[in-house]
């Protein structure tokens, strides 16, 4: 079945970089782009950007252009979201969700969620 | 602030029918782009629960529907039950942000 699993959280301070990985298995990883959707505490969802699997393009969110990065790698089907200049509003948990389908933009599967603390 | 707009919050008792809407813009739903819909359960990743207006993924009750008309998108829930208690988001495409935008979020709460 379609997996994605991140890695752990992370507690950074400010100013720092954080980057999140997201292992992906049960599907072909190339046919499939990644988004990445962050929700802060007691908050609701935020689009941050997505890749192509197959070429590495990108898109980002206005918000984010200039301090996010995102890559993949097509060997071990993995995603990667950066962050950089980092603030304690960018605490949240970070997700990693696979995008497809007849339907531009549906996210079918989500990854358990990855919790970035800012924090000085 | 989101470039759509959702209710905070919407209740029913059990067995009753509620509807959420999602309103946007001429940028967005407006625009024709494909309206999607997930149901996030407390503690747990959001999931999805419609897709392309008004399309079902597979495992998902024929209980939940949806529609669209202009510059609107509406689900609806129809034989409301306890475990339908959770946060729905609405998702569109926007032309003038260049991306996906979600709405802000609505808390179906059971009686």
């Known amino acids: 079945q379609v997996q994605l699993l991140q890695s752990g959280a992370e507690v950074k301070r400010p100013g720092a970089s954080v980057k999140v990985s997201c292992k992906t298995a049960?599907?072909?990883?190339?046919?499939?782009?990644i988004n990445w959707v962050r929700q802060a505490p007691g908050q609701g969802l935020e689009w941050m950007g997505w890749?192509?699997?197959?070429?590495?393009?990108?898109n980002f969110a206005p918000k984010f252009r200039g301090r996010v990065s995102m890559s993949r790698d097509t060997s071990t089907t993995s995603a990667y979201m950066e962050l950089r200049g980092l603030r304690s509003d960018d605490t949240a948990v970070y997700y990693c969700?696979?995008?497809?389908?007849?339907?531009?933009?549906?996210?079918?599967?989500w990854g358990q969620g990855t919790l970035v603390t800012v924090s000085s | 602030q989101s470039v759509l707009a959702q209710p905070p919050s919407v209740s029913g008792a059990p067995g009753q029918t509620v509807t959420i809407s999602c309103t946007g813009t001429?940028?967005?739903?407006?625009?024709?782009?494909?309206v999607h819909w997930y149901q996030q359960l407390p503690g747990t990743s959001p999931k999805l629960l419609m897709f392309?207006?008004?399309n079902r993924p597979s495992g998902v009750p024929d209980r939940f529907s949806g529609s669209k008309s202009g510059t609107s998108a509406s689900l609806a829930i129809t034989g409301l039950q306890a475990e339908d208690e959770a946060d729905y988001y609405c998702?569109?495409?926007?032309?003038?942000?260049?991306?996906?935008?979600f709405g802000p979020g609505t808390k179906v709460t059971v009686l």
């Open positions: 392309g207006t008004n």
């Open positions: 049960g599907y072909t990883f190339t046919n499939y782009g």
């Open positions: 890749i192509s699997t197959y070429d590495g393009n990108t």
């Open positions: 001429s940028s967005n739903i407006g625009a024709g782009h494909d």
């Open positions: 969700a696979r995008e497809g389908g007849l339907y531009s933009g549906t996210l079918l599967d």
């Open positions: 998702q569109s495409y926007d032309s003038s942000l260049g991306g996906s935008v």
